[in-house]
């Protein structure tokens, strides 16, 4: 009986057997009875929960990811011709310098979190705001009032070539093939707002701005704040930049460097086409539809040149030339009038044909690649949505001037934010500002002050995820603007 339980009385373990009715087979290995498990808590029950708050004495930041972006702006020297150019505005020593004035405000831009001017005062009470700034003094709410209210129109015109240069200094690091401008408007929406001095009704039927733009590759080149009643080519705005920048591009590019700028219709003007000849220019613009069209527009599809495909669009055009009757005679342009259908060639209801314009010829563009341009007019006009999410399109003030120098510095401050996003973070060129701000602005650190400097400590995992210290040592490399 014993030999079967060897096992058990080596080990000290004697084992009662109870009364079996069935004889046990040959070879049966006896196992230990199961122990009884004591009876656990839920998951949740057993997490760790906080069940008690305090206060640290460290300075800590949510807004860690600023700081290459300080870095940057400080190379730019950006601030200082700021201050150059509104020395006027100091009428005294006392108070806040405008060099770190001005940074603050464009590291506000950055930011993003809020657009309202007493958000000022609520900073300077945040210790790791003003560490990440390097600022011996914050804004305030009232001394930013007294800045904005000193500007006049020389003082905001003056800004205008300090955003010629940010865009040089993007155009000379990408140093493209040819250089394809964008001409357009757009609305800063103030409907509802209270009584401002440039509110007016704009063509989208709101009451707001109606600054003027010429963008290349998702940067503004130059800007013109105006009223929001004032047309596309108010004053020949337009003209003058084309006449301003061109000259610019060519010193830095080559005088051989194709230029082609890109307009919708409300830049359908004779002033306009004759100055992109004048500079020896390109011009794609959309045409407006006139009486003398409906020969086009009662042409068989059998009779079009070509057909257009691309993605689910179909076009059929028709190319002719075009000139109007107060034109002279050497002002006779390329066109093509464009049908959309549907895949079977029926007219596709909700959608009007439409003309454009241009001044290239067959030889160097194909009617192909003259819609391809027009169609991308659309890519182009994101950069509105996007100057729009990085700073308010409400602008904070009562006064005209004021306004106008809060939109002026948030679009050198949204230029800026381009080149840093591209060249320095890595980000791809056509993200959003909420992506940045989200993804590398929104990062927890630490600041310590340690040995008469500041270090700035986040977690490994972001430090890896990021490639924080990549960007940290590419953003201390200065990045300098073209002197004009």
């Not at 190319?319 to 549907?342: D, G, I, N, V």
Request: aromatic share 10%.
């Amino acid at each position: 009986m014993y030999k079967s339980f060897t096992g058990w009385v080596k080990s000290g373990v004697w084992v009662k057997l109870a009364s079996t009715k069935k004889p046990q087979p040959k070879n049966h290995v006896l196992t230990m009875p199961k122990k009884i498990k004591k009876t656990r808590k839920s998951k949740k029950e057993c997490r760790r929960k906080i069940k008690k708050i305090g206060i640290t004495t460290n300075c800590l930041s949510s807004q860690a990811g600023l700081a290459p972006f300080v870095n940057f702006i400080n190379g730019t020297g950006i601030c200082d011709e700021l201050a150059q150019v509104f020395k006027d505005l100091r009428k005294s020593k006392k108070g806040i310098e405008l060099e770190e004035a001005f940074l603050q405000l464009v590291l506000f831009f950055a930011d993003g979190r809020e657009s309202s001017l007493n958000t000022f005062d609520t900073l300077k009470e945040n210790e790791a705001w003003q560490k990440l700034l390097g600022c011996e003094v914050a804004l305030g709410t009232a001394a930013l009032k007294r800045i904005l209210h000193k500007a006049y129109t020389v003082d905001v015109e003056m800004i205008r070539p300090l955003i010629r240069r940010v865009f040089l200094s993007a155009l000379k690091a990408k140093n493209p093939n040819k250089v394809i401008l964008f001409l357009d408007s757009s609305v800063y929406d103030n409907d509802g707002a209270k009584c401002r001095a440039g509110v007016k009704c704009t063509y989208k039927k709101k009451e707001g701005y109606h600054p003027i733009n010429l963008i290349w590759d998702g940067m503004y080149i130059d800007t013109y704040f105006q009223s929001g009643h004032c047309s596309t080519n108010h004053d020949g705005v337009a003209i003058e930049m084309l006449q301003e920048i061109v000259p610019m591009i060519r010193e830095n590019l080559g005088e051989d460097i194709q230029v082609i700028v890109r307009m919708d219709g409300g830049y359908y003007d004779q002033k306009i086409f004759a100055a992109c000849d004048a500079l020896k220019i390109n011009f794609i613009c959309a045409g407006k539809r006139y009486s003398d069209h409906k020969i086009h527009a009662n042409t068989k599809l059998e009779n079009f040149d070509g057909v257009y495909r691309k993605k689910a669009c179909t076009w059929h055009y028709l190319t002719f030339q075009e000139r109007r009757k107060s034109w002279p005679k050497e002002m006779a342009y390329r066109a093509l009038f464009l049908r959309p259908t549907e895949e079977n060639g029926e007219a596709l209801l909700g959608l009007e044909s439409r003309i454009i314009l241009t001044n290239l010829d067959v030889k160097s563009c194909s009617d192909q690649e003259i819609i391809d341009y027009d169609h991308s007019r659309g890519a182009d006009e994101l950069t509105h949505r996007a100057a729009k999410y990085f700073a308010s399109e409400r602008m904070p003030c009562l006064d005209f001037h004021a306004n106008s120098l809060w939109y002026s510095m948030g679009i050198v401050s949204f230029n800026l934010f381009q080149i840093f996003k591209r060249n320095i973070a890595g980000f791809s060129w056509n993200c959003y500002p909420t992506t940045v701000r989200r993804k590398l602005f929104d990062l927890a650190g630490k600041i310590i002050n340690k040995g008469r400097s500041l270090t700035l400590k986040i977690t490994p995992w972001k430090m890896r995820e990021l490639k924080f210290d990549q960007i940290w040592e590419k953003s201390l490399t200065p990045w300098v603007l073209p002197v004009l």
